[in-house]
């Protein structure tokens, strides 16, 4: 008989430690927002550096990139030269976000 009441009961405490961890957490939050940013910073900013212009060993400063969306798109994707592809890396919807991100380091915004 207990475990029939049991069960519930922790089904609703579950719930709320759920609600209760997303709603405080405001890493979390900011990650929602700019997931290009946090992509960026792990994968990208050892040879393009934070701004993108660090150019590490050949790597291109993208502040000052020429590339539409769809050249930066392929780029990242299947690589190039000595830039490697992110395909086996980054999901496309990654993929995505982080050009979006390189494209807002840019000036012209
Ligand atoms: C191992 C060092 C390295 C890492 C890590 C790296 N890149 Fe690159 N990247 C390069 C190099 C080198 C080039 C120049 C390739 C060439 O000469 O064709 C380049 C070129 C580029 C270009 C083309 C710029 C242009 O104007 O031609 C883009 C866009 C780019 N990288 C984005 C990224 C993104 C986004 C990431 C992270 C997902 C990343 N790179 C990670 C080395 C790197």
Same mark, same amino acid.
């Given at each position: 008989m207990n475990a029939v009441r049991t069960i519930p009961f922790l089904m609703g405490m579950l719930l709320l430690a759920c609600g209760g961890s997303t709603a405080g957490d405001g890493m979390a939050l900011d990650a929602e927002r700019k997931p290009g940013a946090q992509v960026y910073n792990t994968n +990208?900013? @050892? +040879?393009? /550096?934070r701004d993108g212009k @660090?150019? @590490?060993? /050949?790597?291109?400063?993208l502040t000052a990139s020429t590339l539409t969306k769809a050249e930066m798109l392929a780029v990242v994707t299947d690589g190039r030269n000595a830039m490697m592809p992110y395909k086996n890396v980054l999901s496309a919807k990654e993929i995505d976000a982080v050009v979006e991100h390189v494209r807002s380091l840019g000036t012209s915004k």
């Amino acid at each position: 008989m207990n475990a029939v009441r049991t069960i519930p009961f922790l089904m609703g405490m579950l719930l709320l430690a759920c609600g209760g961890s997303t709603a405080g957490d405001g890493m979390a939050l900011d990650a929602e927002r700019k997931p290009g940013a946090q992509v960026y910073n792990t994968n +990208c900013a @050892l +040879c393009h /550096g934070r701004d993108g212009k @660090l150019g @590490l060993n /050949g790597a291109k400063d993208l502040t000052a990139s020429t590339l539409t969306k769809a050249e930066m798109l392929a780029v990242v994707t299947d690589g190039r030269n000595a830039m490697m592809p992110y395909k086996n890396v980054l999901s496309a919807k990654e993929i995505d976000a982080v050009v979006e991100h390189v494209r807002s380091l840019g000036t012209s915004k």
